[in-house]
């Protein structure tokens, strides 16, 4: 898969990754299954990009920033260089550990 679309310039203000995301706003998946996605090789659609079950080619789809720099700060890299990580990390903005985000978004902070 290296037909990617680039990510969006920076995570959006609602963006599950940021460490002020409204706890719990995770759409059809749990903390964990978000987790296990963000540690995978797989790229994370914006959800801001989507509309339903669109493919990678889609118009207007873009990678999530967010989960990209994420991955950056829990040096995750994955295999296909398609898939957005950020060049640097942001652990001021976005969580820098997975217990963090799970924490977070199970309100247990």
Known sequence: MTDLPEATAKPCNECPWRRNSFPGHLGPFSPEVW?????????????????GDEEWDSPGIKQC??????RTNTFKKPRDPAVFTSDEPDTERVFARSTEFIAHHRREV
Do not use: F, M, W, Y
């Open 65 to 70: 920033a967010g989960a990209g720099i994420h």
């Open 35 to 51: 987790v296990e996605l963000v540690h995978s090789d797989a790229p994370i659609a914006c959800h801001k990009t989507i509309r």
